[in-house]
């Protein structure tokens, strides 16, 4: 007589995922895997967070210019529970950006990624990037003044790679203004392109992980050799190997659920970023900065000369992305115990300290309009009444001075504008300042046609004698 089978059992037999998973539960791992070793799973904890309350916040969330401000405004103050699900989604991405540099320095100091698992760290390094992006396009789907200036920033970037920048910032901005069209593709690359790449590419880390095994605890001296290293593995395992749960899994759980807790915590208590004012190109006096995670990154942006930054801005991404994946590389052998490679620890103390200086930098706002700028005084102007007088306080009340410097007045966030009609027409002027540029607001529709006119003579009037390109 045939034996009645159990659900369990009939579905293992289809499908086989029974055995899988009780295999992957109790599969062997090294002994003596400490705290230090609950990073990775707290990462992948954050994201299923951030998958949660990413689909509760599609689920109001309005994706056009008109309507994303407001949206989020109703899920803030109105929607039951709305102010804690977006201060969710926000804390759970600090989380997960901390979490990952926490396991990638943790991976780094072990020498965990060297042979053989050279490409767990390469795909980790993948998995860094793609999170970066998705905490700047999620930070831009706020469609606030501080994050279409985020973006603006963010455009500039990439407008200013060489051969295809102009392609890449109408890419980005989805046509030539910032629009519509661009909020509906960072949508499409926040909600559905990004979250694509970042499942499979968790994926191929984690099967990496299970194929190659949890790397185990450094012993100093003991180095790495790729001749013998599987089979020292192997019969590592056999012999003091413990199975993952519960002997090693417990703490990964505890930890992951300390995380969840403490983003519930900060959104339950701080509550979700404050909504800046809404966009609107005229007003410049918003705090535009974009999340703390990337404030080292503008920091460095802003102190660069003006003449470098074009090059910096977009080729220091891919240059940190090479040198981590060129890590392994380097050297995917040898001593893995960080108390044999002082040069690794030094490294990381150094570059810690670079960012922990710089972001203080970025939180002074050093690289954003300085709102608080000292208005042009008649001293500075050299006249006190007339078309010259009044250009120079258009030049103050339209905010040029929050990002020119008059004499030393004024921001630095674009050139100095001291001596500008000994480098410019008034031809030119003009046209830039109808125009704008990446970084520099639109005036054409601001000024009126006599506030221009002064401002163009105002400006005609900064000149050294004996320079000049003449009208
Ligand atoms: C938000 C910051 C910001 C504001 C506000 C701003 N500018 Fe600019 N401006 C810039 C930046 C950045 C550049 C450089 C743009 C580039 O070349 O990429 C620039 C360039 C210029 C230039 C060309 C300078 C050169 O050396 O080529 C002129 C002239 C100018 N701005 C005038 C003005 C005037 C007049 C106003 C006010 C009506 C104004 N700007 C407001 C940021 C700003």
Redesign the pocket.
Known sequence: MKQRKTPLQWLNDRTGLVNLIVSVAVHPVPPGARWKYVFGSAVLAAFILQVVTGIGLLTTYVSSTGGAYQSLQYITDKAPLGALLRGMHYWGASAMVVMIIIHLVRVFLTGSYKFPRELNWGSGVLLLGITAAMAFSGQIMRWDQNAV?SLVVGT?MSGRFPLIGTWLGYFIMGGDVMGSSTLSRIFAVHVFILPILLVSLAGLHLYLVLRNGVSEPPVPGRGVDPSTYRSEYQSMLREKGVPFWPEAAWRDFVFALAVVLAVLLLAWVVGPSKLDRPPDPSL?NAHPRPDWYFWWYFAVLALLP?SLENYVMVLAPFLIALILLSVPLASNRGERHPERRPLAVAAVIFIFSCIAALTLAGWRENWS?RVNAPPLTADIIGVSSGPVYDGAM??NE???????TIEGHG?K?????SW?AD??TRD??TL??MN??????V?GR??STTETEN?LDF?ATRKRPGFGVGE
């Open positions: 200036w500039e410049i003006y309009p258009v030049f339209k905010a040029c001075l929050y990002c020119h921001g966030r674009g050139p100095d504008l500008i480098r410019l030119q002027m830039r300042i704008g540029a990446y970084n520099m607001p005036f601001i000024l401002l400006l």
